[in-house]
């Protein structure tokens, strides 16, 4: 009769079995991080859209129009504050 004996598992062998694990954990995380790169890489950019002062102010009014039944005081300051924008920041 024939016995196949194992050896003993030494911290060495154990730190190696494990490695193998803990490189196939790195490559899936670096594969993450190359496509996030690649993603944020295509991804166009835009330009922010330029309002003039005039249009802004004209924003803040329809605000103020909305709110004049409810809260006549508040659409009153909507209103000033338009003006004040407009008269600081217009051509």
Same mark, same amino acid.
Request: glycine share 4%; aromatic share 4%.
């Given at each position: 009769?024939?016995?196949?004996?194992?050896?003993?598992?030494?911290?060495?062998?154990?730190?190696?079995?494990?490695?193998?694990?803990?490189?196939?954990?790195?490559? !899936?995380?670096?594969?993450?991080?190359?496509?996030?790169?690649?993603?944020?890489?295509?991804?166009? !950019?835009?330009?922010?859209?330029?309002?003039?002062?005039?249009?802004?102010?004209?924003?803040?009014?329809?605000?103020?129009?909305?709110?004049?039944?409810?809260?006549?005081?508040?659409?009153?300051?909507?209103?000033?504050?338009?003006?004040?924008?407009?008269?600081?920041?217009?051509?």
């Amino acid at each position: 009769m024939t016995s196949t004996t194992l050896p003993k598992q030494t911290p060495r062998t154990k730190a190696l079995a494990g490695s193998g694990y803990s490189l196939h954990a790195l490559s !899936v995380a670096l594969h993450q991080v190359l496509a996030a790169l690649k993603a944020a890489v295509k991804r166009p !950019v835009r330009a922010p859209e330029v309002s003039s002062a005039a249009e802004e102010a004209n924003k803040v009014r329809r605000l103020a129009d909305s709110y004049m039944k409810s809260d006549p005081r508040f659409a009153e300051e909507l209103y000033a504050a338009a003006n004040r924008h407009e008269a600081i920041h217009g051509t």
